[in-house]
């Protein structure tokens, strides 16, 4: 290990105040935003004033997915011996969850004009569902802002060995404070900024890198065994459900997060929301590769020539740190300090994101359409306020007290794959579910998922699917043997479609049983069937066939769109495409 680097913490120092500063300066500029159109200051907080255009939506929506972890993760796999490029499936995987999202689940979002990415699970199957998926969404958000914030301070502490937790609890403050203050609008500009240092931060450093005399030929090292297996990677026959697993949970699993249809929902047509969309999956592919180089670079090093010692990194289990590894015995200083900038941007363009999604869905869906319906707007932007700071020092702490917080963030994915994806779509696309079904399929997904076991978190199987093996995992420092459940099947997938069809199963069964009158009305206990438009369950998020009810709450967007829009139609059913233009009215179907 190094010394503090004076140079080092005064590169970082300038970094951390160039995009405080621009925090700051988007938040000033757009202080009015929205007020024009009457746009409640607490949705321009959450959505801008649905005004982000292609240039600024696409880096945000970019800088979201490609954070600490996924430039680390991509690195840390291409790196791994046994797994290397075929494994690494987040640019891949992420760029198809970009497309598939863009093509099927933007336009009909940001169409409807909503605000959350719960506000159509409350709208069709009442707040007490969408408190419920209001969990797995926030478990979701805060132990990924947890996790990166955790790499983060690894990364530092590897590069200019300077206190772990100091770091932390520095960026974390600066990411929550722009937040605080701007909002969207903050995020999104700090999102340009922060992602154009990524790009150019590791680009600068791969040339330096593959220049080291340590580092053999990475196209010879990609096929050949050179100081390790290539980094080329291969998918064994045994592994390959679980591999097809795991990218589909990528590729389906990133769709239902609130920081993607954030953006969707910010941009200011459906048709913007879906080239975003698309702009953000092409970006992601482009921000990979300097990671995936360095993750070659790392596997193709003689460490006995570098200052790191001959152990090479896989055997002090320092994998996961493995750019930062490169930056630091690989590349000069000066570059080395220029790199960390950009992990540290990928970190911060993700942490305000997530900590900004969570609040969001909580001010809105939960403590105002489900407690305090008759809050003011200044209300619900205090309540908004106060969850950004609670959220972000929640994730905080996290990142500096708990050791398993990445086995915290992998179950807490599975489980938004798993519970919020198959009902994203039950909602949006199948006519007839209702709120039967959607408590049927949380419980179906739920159960699936975690009977499966989370070896991260040491928590056993209780249900053991096919192909299920019993694998000893030895600590290379310590040498403990640790004896884990390995599952081979495909669960996660698995569960994921058990739940979507339970959720029509259980719907269409109990619409059959009330309204065939084989159950009483008094049994419709969720006032899911029967009871589903009655005045007394009536919530703000429930659009009902009530001429005196005009659709204001779920649609504000502008008023050559929305004005119209809420003067027309009063009943959910009749819902259809936000504009009248061609490229933004195809035949769709509406919520039932």
Known sequence: MTGIHVEGLAAIAL?????????????WKNKHAGEAEGTNRSETIMVGGRDIGLFVGGFTMTATWVGGGYINGTAEYVYLPGYGLAWAQAPFGYALSLV????????????????????????????????LLFIPALMGEIFWSAAILSALGATLSVIIDINIKMSVVISACIAIFYTLVGGLYSVAYTDVVQLFCIFLGLWVSVPFALNNPAVSDIKISAVKEIYQAPWKGNIKREDAWVWIDNFCLLMLGGIPWQVYFQRVLSASSATYAQVLSFIAAAGCLVMAVPSVMIGAIGASTDWNQTAYGPVPPKERDQADMILPIVLQYLCPPFVSFFGLGAVSAAVMSSADSSILSASSMFARNIYQLAFRQSASDTEIVWVMRVTIFVFGGLATAMALLTGTVYGLWYLSSDLVYVIIFPQLISVLFVKGTNTYGSVAAYVFGLILRIGGGEPYLSIPPFIYYPGWQLEDRIHHLTGEVEHIVVQKFPFKTVSMLASFLGNVAFSYLAKYLFESGKLLP???????????????????????????????????????????????????????????????????????
């Open 100 to 131: 598939v999202g863009g093509l099927f689940f933007a336009k009909p979002m940001r169409s409807r004009g909503y605000v959350t990415m719960l506000d159509p699970f409350q709208q069709k199957y009442g707040k007490r569902m969408g408190g």
């Open 15 to 27: 970094f951390y105040v160039l995009i405080l500063a621009v925090g700051i300066w988007a938040a």
């Open 522 to 592: 008094k049994y419709d206990f969720l006032d899911a069937v029967l009871a589903q438009h009655s005045i007394e369950n009536m919530d703000k998020t429930t659009l009902v066939n009530r001429n005196d009810m005009a659709l204001s709450e779920m649609a504000p967007v502008k008023p050559r769109l929305s004005v119209q829009l809420a003067a027309t139609f009063t009943r959910r059913d009749t819902l259809a495409e936000e504009d009248s233009s061609p490229e933004d009215s195809p035949n769709h179907k509406t919520l039932d």
